[in-house]
């Protein structure tokens, strides 16, 4: 059992950075004492528009594409304009069988719990039958999502403990410095504990910072919090393995600091585009004092190279 909702409270109220740090990464050491920090090639792919069979050929021939450049897994995004059919359960069931039959083995996360909400409604469902249809359609794992407001939660946590009723694993990811509270913030790790406890299905908890409200730098959410976020959801989620740091949403130097605060998967990085280098992730991760290990998106299988 990991500490307290009012010690939680404490900490981020606390300004000892290097104490919660140290502890966190004391929790690290604990759960993943081999020294490695894991990272996986997956390629998101977004559906939103496309809705005729050219439009899907492109879809198909992306993620060709994302396989021969090394992607195990592909993640599914958009999906829920209330103008297309694309808000149409059918509909994502065709792309999901096509997928499917083109790529058996490739690992599909799809839409979040937003879109799975909103699948639900515009064909008359319930969530379980909802994620049970997409799973048979071929669908591995639904999205964290990283909605935080109090009026989502319930929708939120109905999603995933679905979800995680039907076999599937998922990730918890959740925004933060998006003018919560800090109280609002202990809910939300606490929520997330609480259904871990009950069913274990999370393989991973994936804090993410807001982006800064009309891109003004001065108002993001500074270095100090977001360590101090991550290193506390280390300490209090300790019923789950895996902590990710995302080295495609956060600095450079962030993330390597994040390692020694706590976490123990730098994310993913993308096969194509111009976002960070699988290079430059490994030299960084070795940089912290860690062995770069690629993984598969659920965290089963792990690659030496």
Not at 10 to 28: K, P, T
Request: charged residues 25%; proline residues 3%.
């Amino acid at each position: 059992m990991g500490i307290s909702c009012q010690q939680a409270l404490e900490c981020f109220q606390s300004d000892d950075l290097i104490g919660i740090g140290m502890e966190a990464d004391a929790v690290r050491r604990r759960l993943h004492p081999e020294g490695v920090v894991s990272y996986a090639i997956e390629y998101a792919l977004s559906m939103t528009g496309v809705e005729d069979g050219a439009g899907e050929a492109l879809l198909y021939d992306e993620i060709r594409q994302a396989i021969d450049l090394g992607s195990t897994g592909v993640r599914l995004i958009g999906g829920h304009s209330s103008n297309s059919k694309d808000c149409e359960i059918e509909w994502f069931e065709g792309i999901l069988r096509g997928t499917r039959q083109r790529f058996p083995s490739l690992w599909l996360e799809g839409p979040s719990p937003t879109v799975i909400v909103a699948l639900a409604a515009g064909g008359n469902l319930d969530i379980h039958e909802t994620i049970a249809r997409l799973r048979d359609a071929g669908l591995n794992s639904i999205a964290g999502g990283v909605e935080l407001q109090t009026s989502s939660l319930a929708e939120w946590i109905e999603v995933h403990r679905a979800a995680h009723g039907l076999g599937m694993r998922t990730a918890a990811t959740m925004a933060f410095g998006a003018g919560e509270t800090l109280e609002q913030r202990v809910d939300r790790l606490e929520a997330i504990r609480q259904l871990q406890e009950e069913a274990g299905g999370f393989a991973t908890f994936v804090p993410l910072a807001a982006e800064a409200p009309c891109g003004r730098e001065l108002d993001a959410v500074t270095a100090v919090e977001q360590l101090k976020t991550l290193a506390i959801a280390r300490i209090f989620l300790d019923n789950i393995e895996n902590i990710q740091w995302n080295g495609t949403a956060q600095g450079l130097k962030v993330l390597q600091m994040g390692l020694r605060f706590g976490a123990n998967d730098a994310g993913s990085v993308s096969p194509v585009g111009d976002g960070i280098s699988e290079e430059d992730l490994r030299r960084i991760i070795r940089d912290a004092g860690f062995q770069p290990v690629q993984r598969d998106t659920p965290y089963r299988t792990m690659f030496l190279n």
